[in-house]
């Protein structure tokens, strides 16, 4: 069983930046690879980043790539998402997610076990 809870979200300006943090409980932080995911008011979630067991690999969706960041810290159970230049377009509520089969990163929402609760972030233009 894995626990998580995003940290992080809120209200920020177009061009501005917000870190996000998703702690993790239950099996230990390195036996998973892990995920962003977000959705839009009216829209389906969708893919944001993905980073493998390891920390070694990380892949993106076009639309944030070289705007985003993920990142993990095994030692500490958290993930992060760091995000630069936000676009209203950013705006939904970003979920973070555990993926107990795999050791790489996947965009597959299917491929996710474990779900946190989601936090909203709001990007004004």
């Known amino acids: 069983q894995v626990q998580l809870v995003e940290f992080g979200g809120g209200l920020v300006q177009a061009g501005g930046s917000l870190t996000l943090s998703c702690a993790a409980s239950?099996?230990?932080?390195?036996?998973?690879?892990m995920g962003w995911f977000r959705q839009a008011p009216g829209k389906e979630r969708e893919f944001v980043a993905a980073?493998?067991?390891?920390?070694?690999?990380?892949t993106y969706a076009d639309a944030v790539k070289g705007r985003f960041t993920i990142s993990r810290d095994n030692a500490k159970n958290t993930l992060y998402l760091q995000m630069v230049s936000l676009k209203p377009e950013d705006t939904a509520v970003y979920y973070c997610?555990?993926?107990?089969?795999?050791?790489?990163?996947?965009?597959?929402?299917?491929?996710?076990?474990?779900w946190g609760q989601g936090t909203q972030v709001t990007v004004s233009s």
């Open positions: 997610a555990a993926d107990l089969i795999r050791p790489f990163a996947t965009m597959r929402e299917s491929e996710y076990d474990y």
């Open positions: 239950g099996r230990t932080g390195s036996s998973y690879a």
């Open positions: 980073i493998s067991r390891s920390g070694a690999t990380t």
